[in-house]
């Protein structure tokens, strides 16, 4: 059976948009990068967030990919519709402190302050409902069929700021996917602090013919006010137009890694 690697407790987001895939072997980790590890050794492959609708992009998985070995081999989009949960018969007067992942609470951050509710940080959304179990007095932040893992109740579904809240996930492998003719390439680069740098890597592109979906900066470690940047496009790096358009880009780069190329995720 096919084994996937997902950071956070049995019941989260990651392990949801795994099971997705299909039939699946899922293994929680306690962080992400324990997840690349578990893919660069060969124990399998992994599914890690990478963009929210609302919270914007987990930078972790950005700084985990430049670094890693792995593959993008697969993005999958699920829709996610966040629930109050607390022990069962649990008032909702009577809470004072709500648990969960990070980006879950800023998600949520409106309702939260509309109820005067304390937000405490955990690694995980599915995780935090352990803490609440053992505590009076307090909620957590995760989803339906998490609550139904673990025997507690739903005091308010739907707490997001915005029903149309989507999480992007990346599938990593140890290898990325054959052409499908509705491919994404993601790459991040480097450029030389010259006037006109980052325009000229991206030109390369609208000349190409090839549709931009997404970029973004990241700070370079050790060299201040220098960064990365992190490009999707459409195709696939194997199609004759992206390679030309990779082979130019390296020439006008200080730095360029293809982290890889797979089939365009859908809505779910």
Known sequence: MRKIAFQGAHGSYSEEAAISLGEVETVPCRTLSDVFEIVESGGGEGIVPVENSIEGSIVRTYDLLKDSTVQISREVILKISHCLITNPGTDLKSIRRVYSHPQALGQCEQYLRELNYEALPTYDTAGSLELVKREKGS??????????????????????MSPENYTRFFVISAHDADPTGADKTSIVFSTKHLPGSLYHCLEIFAKAELNLMKIESRPILGQPWSYNFYLDFEGHKADAGSKKALKELKKRTIFLKVLGSYPKGVNR
Not at 141 to 158: N, Q, V
């Open 139 to 160: 909620a957590a932040i995760a989803s339906e069929r998490a609550a139904k893992m673990y025997d507690m109740e739903i005091l308010e579904k739907g707490i997001q």
